[in-house]
């Protein structure tokens, strides 16, 4: 048996990738997709035989994601969803932290729709000045224990594997 944490963590949302949706450990296979196909009654052993990558674990992790989504998609303001995404309960100075996240994230999004981007787009840090996308990546790593090791992202026991652009 896993814990609800183990379990969501096979649910991944990155700036830029899918819009920012959540998505199935870092690929870009929507849970929305995953969701949708089983509520048409696509069995789960069809949906692994169309996505090859994906192991059981992940289409319990979708139903997971969907029950636990009304705590999750409360006010944005509230930050209760963050106890939700780290599974802990949340001291007042991180959610003052990840309220500033959230500040920040609002600002480039406003900054992307004021130069003409694409509302249904999500925007990226270049709409952050360096001094704001440092405070971001900061507070990422004080909130959500985020760590850069050797061109390599840990965070919650995953590992992603720098780009450079």
């Known amino acids: 048996m896993y814990n609800q944490a183990s379990i969501l963590a096979r649910i991944t949302q990155t700036p830029g990738k899918c819009g920012g949706r ?3 450990r870092g690929m870009r296979i929507r849970v929305s997709d995953i969701l949708e196909m089983l509520g048409l009654g696509v069995s789960p052993d069809e949906i692994m035989a169309d996505f090859p990558d994906l192991e059981p674990e992940d ?11 009304p705590d999750i998609t409360k006010s944005r303001s509230d930050t209760n969803r963050l106890d939700v995404i780290t599974m802990k309960e949340a001291t007042e100075p991180e959610k003052q932290q990840y309220q500033r ?8 999004r406003q900054r992307y729709l004021d130069a003409g981007g694409d509302p249904r787009r ?4 270049k709409y ?3 001094s704001e996308k440092d405070e971001y990546f ?3 790593r004080l909130v959500f224990g985020i760590q850069v090791i050797d ?3 840990h965070c919650q026991g995953r590992v992603w594997q720098l780009t450079r652009s």
């Not at 996240?101 to 480039?108: K, Q």
């Not at 999500?122 to 840090?125: F, G, I, L, R, S």
Request: hydrophobic share 55%; glycine share 6%; aromatic share 2%.
């Open 151 to 153: 061109g390599e992202v």
């Open 22 to 24: 959540p998505c199935i």
């Open 138 to 140: 900061n507070l990422g």
């Open 59 to 69: 289409l319990n992790a979708c139903l997971l994601f969907a029950a636990k989504l």
């Open 128 to 130: 952050l000045t360096d």
């Open 122 to 125: 999500a925007a990226d840090e």
């Open 101 to 108: 996240m959230i500040e920040l994230s609002d600002l480039a």
